[in-house]
């Protein structure tokens, strides 16, 4: 069970030397692997024995423990923080030294710039000493080079390891905290909470270690900066700080507002992606009321007001990068412009220096340490969320001594019990029986009387609750049980396992499972099923949590107790509001919808399936999901611009790019061709040694400052008009693929899991809204800036060219050989996170089901394991980018290498400005080269995100809503329904789910179709809906459904669903989105179905907004609205598709009789798997694996013994059979020899009949 790989490839950095390390050598044979082929995951390296998850995470929770203790005794709030510091500030504090040898050094090579610019500003080719300290000069810039090359990145893979370790170590401990939370601390905390703490709130420490040292590094560095200014130019260098200065706040103001207008975003984020979640869930449903359109508005109001929001948050973040593009050019300039207007001479040394001086402390001053701050108060918040919910209440573990001998009995005496002890009512009071072994104690009672048997915790017992994954609810109820039935306990509690299933398996669980394998256990089964009291040994009723009656079936039969009754609730109580946390209500809107009672959500995998053979192994149909491999081709950047904006627009925004990038680099041209100028003046005059000439101000300040004007115009133009079209973009590929969705066929929802439909819809629009504007943006920008710095240092010394070609030809190579590995260890990274987030929400939701299995550290043992296996590909991410970057900056080094000792050769061709310029450019390229390759990377990874938007905005389409031929209005008159030879199958290549079916429908003729699972019930109404294209004709009065639009079509009929389903919204809109009937229509409907006072009790009355998918009525009254929906549509002909599998008996026979009354004038098709709702109709179908076997009156169908609807009532037993059998028989004489029977129901008939011909008239007014 234990995802643990035994070491088989063992970690090669344990043993790896000291070169190794600093160049990650040892990640060699990897690259040689991912270069070969595919990685996969037992490529991986095992985890360092030091990160393991079990390890870290026992280790925090030492300290952390030993902090609540110490709390206690102090009489004080216990803090997380103090217990991570203990933890981890020896190993941080050491990686400090780290960060102050790399800031040092970076403000120590301008110095040394200065120096050789000197010797060019002092150019003497006779003097070789002053050449000999120049070249020495040169080295020291050099080495400074490699050891920033070399030191940063070990800095960074240090602390990315140690937040990694931080992370994993919360983890551990969020996760075995929540396998011993309490109920009570379960009500306080969700499940989506505790998954968020672990998914967003820890990923804050991998981002923190990065940035901490800044702190105090940062401050540190401009100080010095500062002096070394004051020391070149003077008291003018306090005006560029100060422009620095302000520059900060502006920033961090921009960032708030930014935060702010992000969580805003978020809100309507959410809110459309649930919407959108119910969108597609329900589709099926969307289709057959034809309600698209209003789903296409609300979605399209919801995505406008989100993308206003995204778009002003664009326009700040915009404004952030370009600022931080000409930041520097504002600081430089107000830096000379003071310089020179105070009287001093400008030359090339000091303009250069400082350039270079204020481009070291404005990276640590303008980015780093503001990510500092913000990270530091990003994760205190986080630090607080976790600290709460670690100080959550915990349960008592206790032991319990067995028995000595083996009899074991449970005795409850006067028991009492509530979900939360804030809330007065207990769930359970009063409750006293005994079970003995060999006993079977069946407890019933009405939704929500409290039959929740979790509350026994201990003893040898084992339980099963209704839960499970991808199984269908049958499915999962059988698991469970067979589950239990191996753990061989001694009791066993059963809670509903039964009413998932259809009848005959449910017959055969009870038969086989419960009364003869568990014969000898002590059995308590909590159910909804009456007709298994009889086997029960005792029988224990319940109603609002506490016992009406205890006793034995006989004796209730004696006293006269009729179970049905106990099934109702009175009327006030229709909304069962569960206590917060009562599992088994909220449980059963996803266990209970199975296959076995023909669930709708994969017919054509069922439908198909041959008998007897289990539904599973059919699933083929599911499609693999395309991963696009290997490169994005120019066709995807094409695609995404022309959706964003017009090619006249896209071609201004490329000359804007280039023109905001000449003016960048003419503005420093300028500064270096004036400090020549400046220099050439400086001329010996015939014994009257140096005169110095002052040149002409104005014209060269006025110039500088138009070039500083353009840069920053040009910039900030240029952010704004990218984001403007990519935003835009994003915005119509959402609708296109939107709108390409909701015309989708219903085959396409069958072949493409909603999960991954909505990560279209969540992920990749969330990208395209968010990363992938602003990666492109940056790496516009600084793409841009290396090419400037190449082209300026090409432009002074032509010959670096020639070694220029080899270096790029191997950075070509480098990346896409990286990019191979590093593609894979991504995919990697994140397909072992998902178990880990899986694995979390499985263990919440079957929480229960651990404790009563004891099984909690088993499931702590997977998630570590699960842990490791992440931290092996999160390893993996962190060296691999090192080594790629390790490399990179060597081509860098060799770079400035080759600029340095290369102006020194040619020293007699150039002069001091131009000198300065190349060198003090190449300098910048260390870390944004790096910077760019990265981002051409992400931006490369993010458009796989537009090409899998741009997949499906072009889908097949179903046939069109509206055709050219309109039905008349007031079809169909009558209701006649004819199949003409129809053939149907959901796919072109699928298997027929309908086989040559021929049947006439008469007018008002209320019919039944059965059959086992699969025969094709379902299909048979998807053909009636076009769900997908019939072969063969299907008439409905006199019209062929195929000529006419979908919309017309689906408008006409209307269908009670088996999942009835609530839209997210008020209840006025799930009852009628388009508005088109009045308030007094809405009541009589609500009213007709019994939820008028249920409705009229909420706050908003019918514009109460409802829970997500409505989920905060039972299962019952939302099928009860979806036939208050039926009721209002009054159309001729109505299906429905039996729903009762999670109805109890009374909303069930509601229904029933609602149809009965209220549809008497109209055609009813009802697919049931219960025969009793059909024994009275006009006629049956029976179908068997797609062909129409049978059709007749029920009563002529039970005279032929042979005839499979015999067959089928003989199933459900004796009794029944007879029951069925006599109402079959008095309905059929009642139809066609009404002498024959009481006149008195015929006169009821009639006058039944009457008013419902009365509305039939006023509609077709």
Request: net charge neutral; proline share 4%.
């Amino acid at each position: 069970m234990l995802p643990v790989h035994p070491e088989v490839k063992p970690n090669p950095l344990q043993d790896a030397n000291l070169c190794s390390r600093v160049f990650f050598w040892w990640l060699n044979p990897l690259f040689k692997i991912g270069h070969k082929r595919r990685l996969e995951e037992d490529d991986m390296y095992s985890v360092l024995p030091e990160d393991r998850s079990k390890h870290l995470g026992e280790e925090l929770q030492g300290y952390w423990d030993k902090e609540v203790l110490k709390a206690e005794n102090e009489a004080r709030e216990p803090s997380l923080t103090k217990a991570i510091i203990k933890c981890y500030w020896k190993s941080y504090l050491i990686l400090g030294i780290f960060t102050l040898i790399e800031e040092g050094t970076k403000v120590m090579q301008p110095i040394f710039l200065g120096k050789i610019i000197d010797y060019f500003e002092n150019y003497d080719p006779s003097d070789s000493a002053a050449l000999r300290m120049a070249y020495a000069y040169a080295s020291v810039l050099t080495v400074c080079t490699l050891i920033l090359a070399i030191l940063h990145h070990l800095y960074f893979y240090h602390v990315q390891c140690a937040g990694m370790r931080l992370r994993v170590a919360m983890c551990h401990m969020i996760y075995s905290k929540a396998l011993r939370l309490s109920n009570m601390a379960m009500g306080k905390t969700t499940t989506g909470q505790i998954v968020n703490l672990l998914s967003n709130d820890v990923n804050k420490f991998d981002q923190v270690t990065i940035f901490l040292h800044f702190l105090w590094a940062g401050p540190l560095q401009a100080v010095a900066v500062t002096a070394l200014l004051w020391m070149e130019i003077g008291v003018s260098c306090l005006a560029g700080m100060a422009v620095l200065l302000i520059l900060l706040p502006l920033q961090s103001c921009i960032g708030k507002l930014f935060s702010s207008l992000r969580s805003k975003t978020a809100t309507f984020t959410d809110v459309r992606i649930r919407t959108m979640n119910e969108v597609i869930t329900g589709i099926r449903i969307i289709k057959m009321y034809a309600w698209e359109k209003s789903f296409a508005d609300l979605i399209t109001r919801m995505r406008r007001k989100e993308i206003s929001k995204i778009l002003s948050s664009s326009y700040l973040r915009g404004m952030n990068l370009a600022s931080f593009f000409v930041a520097s050019k504002i600081i430089v300039f107000v830096t000379f412009t003071t310089y020179v207007l105070l009287g001093n001479v400008i030359t090339a040394s000091r303009v250069f220096v400082a350039v270079s001086l204020y481009g070291a402390v404005r990276l640590t001053v303008t980015l780093f340490f503001p990510s500092a701050v913000e990270k530091v108060s990003e994760s205190i918040v986080s630090i607080r969320r976790i600290k709460d919910f670690l100080l959550l209440d915990e349960i008592s573990q206790r032991s319990t001594q067995q028995p000595s001998d083996d009899k074991m009995i449970v005795h409850v005496q006067d028991f009492t019990a509530s979900w939360d002890k804030a809330f007065d009512t207990p769930t359970l009071q009063g409750l006293s029986f005994t079970v003995r072994p060999g006993e079977l104690l069946a407890v019933v009672g009405p939704v929500g009387a409290g039959k929740d048997l979790q509350l026994l915790e201990d003893g040898d017992l084992t339980m099963i609750g209704d839960r499970g994954a991808t199984l269908s609810g049958g499915q999962k109820a059988r698991i469970n049980l067979a589950r239990a039935v191996y753990q061989d306990a001694d009791i066993y509690l059963l809670d509903d396992p039964l009413s998932a299933v259809d009848a005959e398996v449910s017959r055969h669980l009870f038969q086989q499972c419960i009364c003869q394998a568990l014969h000898e256990k002590i059995t308590i089964l909590v159910t909804h099923q009456l007709q298994y009291l009889k086997a029960a040994s005792h029988i224990l009723i319940l109603k609002d949590g506490e016992m009406v009656q205890k006793g034995t079936y006989t004796e209730f039969l004696k006293s006269g107790v009729d179970f049905g009754s106990l099934l109702k609730k009175e009327n006030e109580e229709a909304e069962p509001s569960p206590l917060p946390g009562t599992p088994t209500l909220r449980n059963r809107t996803f266990s209970e919808s199975s296959v076995w009672s023909q669930q709708s959500s994969k017919p054509s995998l069922k439908d198909s399936a041959p008998e007897g053979q289990e539904a599973e192994n059919t699933q083929v149909a599911l499609t693999e999901e395309s991963r696009s491999e290997g490169k994005i081709g120019f066709k995807a950047y094409k695609n995404y611009f022309r959706a964003g904006a017009h090619w006249f627009i896209i071609i201004v925004l490329i000359l804007l790019n280039l023109a905001a990038q000449v003016a960048y680099v003419l503005q420093d041209w300028w500064l270096s061709y004036w400090a020549n100028e400046q220099s050439a003046l400086n001329v010996t005059i015939d014994g009257q040694g140096n005169v110095t000439e002052q040149l002409d101000l104005t014209w060269y300040l006025s110039i500088y400052s138009g070039l500083t004007v353009a840069t920053v115009l040009f910039g900030i133009a240029r952010s704004l008009l990218v984001f403007y079209v990519l935003v835009n973009s994003s915005q119509n590929l959402h609708n296109k693929m939107f709108e390409s969705i909701l015309r989708a066929p219903v085959l396409f929802f069958d072949r493409n899991p909603i999960g991954r439909i909505l990560n279209r819809f969540s992920k990749d629009i969330g990208h395209m809204d968010d990363l992938l504007p602003l990666t492109f943006l940056d790496f516009i920008q600084t793409f841009l800036q290396v090419v400037g710095v190449v082209a300026v240092a090409a432009a002074v010394i032509p010959w670096i060219l020639i070694p220029l070609v080899p270096l790029s030809i191997i950075f070509v190579f480098l990346r896409r050989y990286f990019l191979e590995t590093s593609r894979d260890v991504k995919r990697l990274e994140s397909t072992t996170r998902s178990p880990v987030f899986s694995h979390l929400s499985s263990s919440l939701q079957g929480l229960w089901t651990i404790r009563a299995y004891r099984a909690e550290n088993r499931f702590q043992e997977l998630f570590d394991a699960y842990q490791d296996l992440h931290s092996e590909a999160w390893f993996l991410f962190l060296t691999t980018s090192r080594w790629f970057a390790v490399r990179l900056d060597a081509i860098c080094a060799i770079f400035i290498i080759i600029v340095a000792f290369g102006s020194l050769i040619l020293a007699n061709t150039l002069d001091a400005g131009q000198v300065g310029l190349a060198l003090s450019y190449a300098l910048t390229l260390m870390g944004m080269f790096q910077w760019c390759v990265r981002q051409s990377a992400e931006v490369e990874n993010m458009m796989i995100s537009v090409e899998r938007v741009v997949e499906y905005t072009d889908l097949e389409k179903e046939a069109p809503w509206e055709s050219q031929k309109r039905p008349p209005p007031a079809w169909p008159q009558e209701g006649v329904i004819i199949f003409d030879n129809v053939n149907f199958t959901y796919s072109l290549d699928g298997p027929l789910v309908l086989k040559h079916l021929t049947a006439l429908i008469k007018a008002r003729e209320k019919v039944g179709i059965v059959g086992r699972t699969g025969a094709g019930k379902s299909s048979l109404i998807s053909a009636l809906f076009r769900l997908s294209e019939p072969e063969g004709k299907i008439w409905i009065d006199k019209i062929l459904t195929t000529e006419i639009g979908l919309h017309d079509l689906r408008k006409k009929m209307s269908i009670i669903p088996q999942e009835p389903v609530l839209f997210t919204g008020t209840m006025r809109k799930n009852l009628d989105p388009f508005g088109e009937h009045t308030d007094e229509e809405l009541w009589n409907a609500l009213e007709e179905v019994q939820l008028k006072e249920t409705i009229e009790d909420l706050p908003g009355k019918m514009d109460t907004e409802l829970a997500e998918s409505g989920s905060n009525f039972s299962v019952g009254q939302r099928q009860l609205v979806c036939l208050a929906r039926a009721i209002l549509r009054k159309n001729r002909i109505l299906i429905i598709d039996e729903a009762t599998a999670n109805v109890d008996p009374r909303t069930d026979e509601l229904i029933q009789k609602k149809i009965r009354e209220k549809f008497e004038q109209c055609t009813v098709l009802t697919i049931a798997h219960r025969l009793n709702t059909i024994i009275d109709s006009d006629k049956i179908m029976v179908l068997d694996s797609g062909r129409l076997k049978e059709y007749d009156e029920p009563y002529v169908l039970l005279q032929n013994k042979e005839s499979l609807f015999y067959k089928m009532v003989q199933q459900l037993g004796k009794a029944e059979a007879a029951a069925l059998t006599e109402t079959a028989k008095q309905v059929f004489f009642k139809r066609n020899y009404p002498d024959i029977s009481q006149t008195d129901s015929v006169v009821t008939s009639t006058s039944n009949g009457q008013p419902s011909a009365l509305t039939i008239f006023e509609t077709a007014l």
